[in-house]
């Protein structure tokens, strides 16, 4: 399968809020607490996606597109928002979500757009990136250690529903 990766535009937000909300119920299942699945909303989420479009760069949102229309998979990145996750030398990037539509994962949506929003990273002038990760999201950290991404061993608790859901940082050189 093709994909062809943009930005996205206004347009995109119902469908990558639905893919947000169809990923996280799929990927989640038995990681986060099901009262969080089970409260999600495409409507919250896309007013959510809709505010993250009007960020000045080089915060930026994009999608993999199918020939038909059909979008497979979203990433957003920007600058890094914690000072404790900058490299202490380096302009330091974050990849804050990447998600395929449940269907589609394996076709390489989340592969191109991945590649798309690392590149531009790059372009902006960062040299060192970051992400977090559940701990326990066995399929995305195979992702991420494929696409040259390695775990830092840094841990952060989340609370969710009254449960601690345990993320860990990775990170990769963008030079």
Not at 38 to 66: H, I
Request: aromatic fraction near 8%; proline fraction near 4%; charge should be negative.
């Amino acid at each position: 399968m093709e994909w062809r990766t943009r930005r996205a535009v206004a347009e995109d937000v119902p469908e990558i809020a639905s893919i947000n909300v169809a990923a996280w119920r799929s990927a989640y299942r038995g990681i986060v607490p099901q009262a969080v699945l089970d409260g999600m909303s495409e409507q919250r989420r896309a007013a959510g996606w809709s505010g993250f479009l009007r960020e000045p760069e080089p915060t930026a949102l994009f999608v993999a597109v199918r020939a038909d229309g059909r979008i497979g998979a979203y990433c957003s990145v920007g600058a890094v928002r914690l000072d404790a996750d900058a490299h202490r030398d380096l302009p330091t990037g974050e990849l804050f979500a990447i998600y395929a539509a449940p269907d589609l994962r394996g076709t390489g949506a989340g592969h191109a757009v991945h590649e798309h929003a690392r590149e531009h990273l790059a372009a902006s002038g960062f040299r060192h990136a970051v992400l977090w990760v559940l701990v326990d999201n066995a399929p995305s950290r195979r992702f991420y250690e494929a696409h040259g991404w390695r775990c830092d061993d840094v841990v952060q608790n989340l609370r969710m529903a009254g449960e601690d859901v345990v993320e860990v940082r990775y990170s990769r050189s963008l030079g």
